[in-house]
């Protein structure tokens, strides 16, 4: 069991889960190639990290060319795809009555459309190297609906069944499939809600009470884990909740 040599493509990796697991990912000896919008965190992120083993660009998940771009990026520098890990999301939770329409949107288009286009750039190369290994950031969300959350619940179960049909279409192809469903993780992920009261209440749960949340790096170690298992070994789900989540 080893991710040594392996190539993997990280999108979301400026800050949280997806910084974490560049790192991991790095010193577990792969080559990671990995993007986000935020430009200075990326750079900060490789500061730390040695030159030979990764590469990095800005991306927007929810642009195919910006998607196809980073898969270039890893081809050009590395030769090849081991594993693409979309790990990219949003979470502007708000009430449906609350009418914010260009957030539903917005989470559609990276939570959704960013998986999706994440597949279609990297899916012709697996199939071309003959084995690959796709995987998805999920949530609890995306087997439970919460209060509040109606949309990102829509966006993290429809994560959840696309990369449950990718496993029935590409298993045969030899290409695994992981979804990490992760519980409270302490992140970022409460700054894209613009709702004050249900930002609030999230960093009150995330912040205050962090001893009982998830750390970034509890992912990353699921993830280097699930890439490191042999090629017939396919780790399908991973579901991992703080002990104490309810
Ligand atoms: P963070 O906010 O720390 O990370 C989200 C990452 O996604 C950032 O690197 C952000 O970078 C990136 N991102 C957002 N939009 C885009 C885009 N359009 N294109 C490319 N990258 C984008 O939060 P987490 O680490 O918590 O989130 C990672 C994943 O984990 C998400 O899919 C989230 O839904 C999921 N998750 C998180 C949980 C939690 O409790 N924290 C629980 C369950 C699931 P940038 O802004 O620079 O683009």
Redesign the pocket.
């Known amino acids: 069991m080893s991710v040594k040599d392996k190539v993997v493509v990280v ?8 910084a974490a697991t560049v790192t991991k990912l790095v010193e577990a000896g792969a080559k990671v190639v990995f ?4 430009e200075k ?1 990326l750079a900060a992120l490789a500061k730390t990290l040695p030159a030979a083993q990764i590469a990095y660009a800005t ?4 642009d195919i060319e910006s998607v196809q771009r980073l898969v270039k990026l890893a081809m050009v520098k590395f030769g090849k795809i081991d594993a693409f890990y979309n ?5 502007p939770t708000a009430k449906l009555a609350d009418n914010h329409r260009d957030e539903w949107q917005r989470m559609l288009d ?2 959704v459309t ?1 998986v999706l286009n994440g597949i279609s750039a990297v899916l012709p190369i697996m199939h071309q190297q003959g084995y690959g290994h796709i995987l998805a ?1 999920d ?3 995306g087997y439970v609906v919460y209060p509040e959350s109606a949309v990102y619940c829509g966006t993290k179960f429809a994560v959840r069944a696309i990369m449950e049909g990718l496993r029935q279409e590409e298993g045969k192809n030899q290409i695994r499939t992981t979804i990490v469903a ?4 302490d ?3 409460y ?1 894209s809600i613009s709702d004050p009261k249900v930002a609030q209440a999230l960093v009150d749960q995330w912040h205050e009470k962090s001893d009982t949340a998830l750390q ?1 790096e509890d992912l990353a170690d699921a993830v280097v884990y699930a890439i490191g298992t042999p090629q017939h070994v396919s780790i399908n789900e991973l579901i991992i909740r703080p002990t104490t989540q309810p």
């Open positions: 999108t979301g990796a400026s800050s949280g889960i997806g993007g986000a919008r935020r965190k991306l927007d998940v929810s790990n990219a999301g949003i979470m990276i939570n960013g950031t949530s609890v969300a992760p519980g409270m993780v992140t970022e992920l700054k970034p």
